[in-house]
Each structure stands twice: as structure tokens, then as C-alpha cells.
């Protein structure tokens, strides 16, 4: 019996996810179509905003592709947030190469003010500052095709989006790499649904560190990065905080529009991730537990099922693998996975329940989050949760 009900409950379930992932991705947009191969007619003035501390490796190659943008008015606003690295000469060399340009302003942040994590505050401060009526927040390791901006401003006004996420073009260099993309996209589909992100009927959202254009006003009102000051996922949470408002959100794909370049192999990426998982449970020892276990409940039971199950009990197990799999076609469509990594996933799953232990036990040895250098204390990091 137990084999029967757990493999009806997981057809059932991957079926389901299946048929509404399937259906609801062919709503989000594709803005590298040649459609979107044109200029908002009205030009506004947008401000793209570059946090960067000890980023010395990619922060000089990131802005270079800043600022050769096909789109006429805009600015490019760096900041070095206390880097001990070379990333704050860079930025002064790359200032003094442009000859004082009125495109590129540079930032220098010294100090940390208590109850800030440094990148809210760096993208904070530097929004002071911005002249755009549109704000776009993006990361110092990600590099823009030259159309880039322009698209996804044609497509955010007549869409009449007040927050556009674009999603990268995840750039996978190894095996492990591809795994690990293919496990948090899978992830991802069932616990932000991108198809229902623009129903505001949906609790769904959306907010990604590359590529975070929001308008000026929507920004303002909805508070800033100031209630955000003591969030982990600052860039998720924006998101959630413009859904809580009110106003209009969208995401969209762009092939080729914003390589990105996750992080060296998958304990790379897994290192990337250490700050994030946990505050995913909201640092909640329990909850992060019970997730682990219903990664591995979903995810690596129908494999188990298939292999164990007796006789007919077999088929359930099947129809939930062929369903997974059927997800995995549409994956190889928007990622650099093969459909083959399906028969993988059992061992993706893993190093995502890795990663969440990981960040867990980063947490509990240094009661709090070190990233780039700074310590966060567990309890001011609970308290800021939004």
C-alpha cells in the first residue's frame, strides 16, 4: 500500500507541475525575438547601478560592456563597497580612461553604518544619487550585449511594467556546472512560478541580482532598498515588496542578451549559495530541515520507486520520471542542460540538499552569515526579514 498511494501522489503531483510549466512558459516573453529589436519611443532616462566589493577579477570587463550600450541616455553609477582588493583602483582607472565622462560616476564606500548589510546599503546610496526614471540594479560580474538595454526598456513600457527581471544566459563551462544549473532551475519552477509572476491575482515573484530594472516612483514608494536593509536576498525580496504594492511586475527570457557566468564547478556555485539557502527559510533550523527532506521526497523517490516497487506499483513511479523529464526538454530550451541530465537528478538534488546544509552549518558556526568579509549576526538578520 505504501507504494501505491507514495507513487500515485508523485505522478499526480509531477504530472500537474509538468502540464502547468509546460502551458505557462510559452506566456513569458522572449524579448532577443526580432520583435523586440527596438527603442521605447520615448527614450526615458535610466540609471544602471554596479555594487562591487573585491570584485578586481570581472568588475573591469563588466563595465566595458556598460558603457558601449546602443541606448541614448543613461548613466552608469559603480560603486566600490570597502573592497581589499584592487576592484576600487579599477574603477578610477576605468572613470579616468573615459576621460570624465558624464556616463560613468564612481562611488567609494568607507564605512558600513550598523544595520545595513553592505550591498543594500552600496545600491542605497548610490540610488541617491541616480538622475534616471528608471533604476537598474545588476551585479559587477555580468556583461551586457550591446541591444540589451534597449529591448527590455521597449518591452517594460509597452508592457507597462513597473519591475522587469531579465533572466541571464547562464553560461556552464563543466559537467558540474550544467547539474547544478539544472537542479536550481528545477527548484526554481516549483517555487517561483516565472508564468505567473505578471497575474496580479498570483503570490508569485520575482527578483534577480543580474537584472533588476524597476521605475523610479515604483522604487520610491515602495520604500528603497532601506526595507531591505537587512535582507540576504535583496534582490528577491525587492521583487516580493513590489508584488505586496501593487505594481505591475514581468519577467522575461533574452537569449544571449546577459551571459552570466555563475561560479567556478558546482561546489562553486554551491559557495555562491551559502548565504542565500538558509535565509530561503528565513534562518529557521526546522524549516530548513523539512525542505531537505521534501527535496529528497520528491525528487529522488520516483527514481527509488521505479527501482524498488513491485510489480505495477512500478508505473506511478514512471509516469512521475517521464513527467520530470518532460521538464527537463523544456530546461535544455533555456539552459546550457542536456535532457539527458534527467537520469542525473537524483544527484543534483543532492547538491542542492548539500548546499542547504552547507548554508545551515555556515550559520550556526558563525551565529550569523560572513560574506566578503563582513559578519552579519543571526539575530539582526531574523529581525530585518521582509
Request: aromatic fraction near 12%; glycine fraction near 6%.
Given at each position: 500500500m505504501f507504494w501505491w498511494l507514495t507513487g500515485l501522489l508523485l505522478a499526480l503531483i509531477w504530472l500537474d507541475r509538468a502540464r502547468d510549466a509546460l502551458a505557462g512558459m510559452r506566456t513569458v516573453a522572449d524579448i532577443s525575438c526580432p520583435e523586440w529589436d527596438r527603442a521605447p519611443e520615448a527614450?526615458?532616462?535610466?540609471?544602471?547601478?554596479?555594487?562591487?566589493?573585491?570584485?578586481?577579477?570581472?568588475?573591469?570587463?563588466?563595465?566595458?560592456?556598460?558603457?558601449?550600450?546602443?541606448?541614448?541616455?543613461?548613466e552608469v553609477i559603480a560603486i566600490d563597497d570597502r573592497s581589499t582588493d584592487a576592484t576600487g583602483e579599477i574603477l578610477d582607472r576605468v572613470a579616468a580612461a573615459h576621460g570624465g565622462s558624464p556616463r560613468l560616476t564612481v562611488l567609494h564606500i568607507c564605512d558600513l553604518p550598523s544595520g545595513w548589510l553592505g550591498k543594500p546599503h552600496a545600491m542605497w546610496m548610490a540610488a541617491q544619487q541616480a538622475t534616471g526614471d528608471w533604476l537598474l540594479f545588476t551585479d559587477a560580474d555580468v556583461s551586457f550585449r550591446r541591444d540589451c538595454l534597449r529591448r527590455a526598456l521597449a518591452y517594460a513600457e509597452a508592457s507597462a511594467a513597473d519591475h522587469l527581471v531579465l533572466f541571464p544566459s547562464y553560461v556552464a563551462r563543466s559537467f558540474g556546472e550544467g547539474l547544478m544549473l539544472a537542479g536550481f532551475a528545477m527548484?526554481?519552477?516549483?517555487?517561483?512560478?516565472?508564468?505567473?509572476?505578471?497575474?496580479?491575482?498570483?503570490?508569485?515573484?520575482?527578483?534577480?541580482?543580474?537584472?533588476?530594472?524597476?521605475?523610479?516612483?515604483?522604487?520610491?514608494?515602495?520604500?528603497?532598498?532601506?526595507?531591505?536593509?537587512?535582507?540576504?536576498?535583496?534582490?528577491?525580496?525587492?521583487?516580493k515588496l513590489v508584488k505586496q504594492h501593487g505594481f505591475a511586475q514581468s519577467n522575461v527570457f533574452g537569449s544571449g542578451l546577459l551571459p552570466w557566468h555563475?561560479?567556478?564547478?558546482?561546489?562553486?556555485?554551491?559557495?555562491?549559495?551559502?548565504?542565500?539557502?538558509?535565509?530561503l527559510m528565513q534562518f529557521r533550523w526546522a524549516k530548513a530541515l523539512g525542505a531537505c527532506l521534501l527535496l529528497s521526497f520528491f525528487n529522488v523517490l520516483p527514481f527509488v520507486g521505479v527501482a524498488l516497487a513491485p510489480g505495477?506499483?512500478?508505473?506511478?513511479?514512471?509516469?512521475?520520471?517521464?513527467?520530470?523529464?518532460?521538464?527537463?526538454?523544456?530546461?535544455?530550451?533555456?539552459?546550457?542542460?542536456?535532457?539527458?541530465?534527467?537520469?542525473?537528478?537524483?544527484?543534483?538534488?543532492?547538491?542542492l540538499v548539500y548546499t542547504m546544509l552547507r548554508s545551515m552549518a555556515h550559520a550556526v558556526r558563525h551565529q550569523g552569515v560572513v560574506w566578503r568579509g563582513t559578519?552579519?549576526?543571526l539575530d539582526e538578520l531574523r529581525k530585518g526579514l521582509v
Open positions: 527614450a526615458p532616462r535610466l540609471s544602471i547601478i554596479v555594487p562591487a566589493r573585491n570584485e578586481q577579477q570581472k568588475i573591469e570587463a563588466s563595465l566595458a560592456s556598460m558603457l558601449v550600450l546602443e541606448y541614448p541616455n543613461y527548484l526554481f519552477i516549483w517555487g517561483h512560478r516565472p508564468w505567473k509572476v505578471a497575474d496580479p491575482k498570483a503570490m508569485d515573484f520575482m527578483g534577480l541580482g543580474p537584472f533588476n530594472l524597476i521605475r523610479r516612483d515604483a522604487y520610491e514608494k515602495l520604500g528603497t532598498f532601506r526595507a531591505l536593509r537587512m535582507e540576504v536576498i535583496e534582490d528577491m525580496k525587492l521583487g555563475w561560479g567556478e564547478g558546482a561546489l562553486g556555485i554551491a559557495r555562491n549559495l551559502t548565504k542565500n539557502f538558509f535565509a505495477w506499483a512500478k508505473l506511478a513511479f514512471a509516469v512521475a520520471l517521464a513527467s520530470l523529464a518532460v521538464l527537463y526538454v523544456g530546461l535544455s530550451r533555456r539552459l546550457p542542460v542536456s535532457p539527458a541530465y534527467a537520469l542525473l537528478h537524483p544527484l543534483s538534488t543532492i547538491l559578519r552579519y549576526p
